[in-house]
């Protein structure tokens, strides 16, 4: 059974920064892309960043270009959120996806359960 899960989240003062991974097994990660998804409390789910299977090309929202940089080592079947500047809005749950590159949940197959991201004033 395809695992995704999520860790380095926790509570950070706005301006700080957090370095979010997600560990996949049983997954030829290689063969898909990579997606960081965020929902904060009472809103719908948001599309964060996209890297492609490669690492070759990377998306972003505009809520967090320049600030969040997606990586991956597939050596380690490994992607990453760098998170810099953090503003108190960017508190959610973050979860990490495999699929197709994309910004639209319904593209992606593998989810993760999800870490939390909270970003104090």
């Known amino acids: 059974q395809v695992q995704l899960v999520e860790s380095g989240g926790g509570l950070v003062q706005a301006g700080g920064s957090l370095t979010l991974s997600c560990a996949a097994s049983?997954?030829?990660?290689?063969?898909?892309?990579m997606g960081w998804f965020r929902q904060a409390p009472g809103k719908e789910r948001d599309f964060v960043a996209a890297?492609?299977?490669?690492?070759?090309?990377?998306y972003y929202a505009d809520s967090v270009k320049g600030r969040f940089t997606i990586s991956r080592d597939n050596a380690k079947s490994t992607v990453l959120l760098r998170m810099n500047s953090l503003k108190p809005e960017d508190t959610a749950v973050y979860s990490c996806?495999?699929?197709?590159?994309?910004?639209?949940?319904?593209?992606?197959?593998?989810w993760g359960q999800g870490t939390q991201v909270t970003v104090s004033s």
């Open positions: 890297i492609s299977w490669r690492g070759g090309s990377t």
């Open positions: 996806a495999a699929g197709y590159m994309s910004r639209y949940a319904r593209d992606y197959q593998y």
């Open positions: 049983k997954l030829t990660f290689s063969s898909y892309s």
